[in-house]
Nanobody
Framework: QVQLVESGGDLVQPGGSLRLSCAAS????????MTWFRQAPGKERELVAR????????SYADSVKGRFTISRDNRKNTVDLQMDSLKPDDTAVYYC???????WGQGTQVTVSS
């Protein structure tokens, strides 16, 4: 069955960095566009970043553009999210999600606070 396991979330000070990773299995990872979403308390889940199946095309929400970088390794079936210059507004549970599927991981908590 499909498994998506996110890791790397933590408590970090404003201006700090974190790298999230998602290990995927149970589907043809190398053929799937992948995304990172996040959901803050009391807010709807929002798309943060997207990467094409080959990894050559990426896109970002305006709120994270220039600070976050999505990447993937199709040999290891992983997709990462490098987050720099973190702000308190980045606090949320972060999820990886194969585009246009019903599958979600359990999420990893990112808290940005001094």
């Amino acid at each position: 069955q499909v498994q998506l396991v996110e890791s790397g979330g933590d408590l970090v000070q404003p201006g700090g960095s974190l790298r999230l990773s998602c290990a995927a299995s149970g589907f043809t990872f190398s053929s799937s566009a992948m995304t990172w979403f996040r959901q803050a308390p009391g807010k709807e889940r929002e798309l943060v970043a997207r990467i094409s199946a080959s990894g050559t095309v990426t896109s970002y929400a305006d709120s994270v553009k220039g600070r976050f970088t999505i990447s993937r390794d199709n040999r290891k079936n992983t997709v990462d999210l490098q987050m720099d210059s973190l702000k308190p507004d980045d606090t949320a549970v972060y999820y990886c999600h194969p585009l246009a599927t019903k599958y979600w991981g359990q999420g990893t908590q990112v808290t940005v606070s001094s």
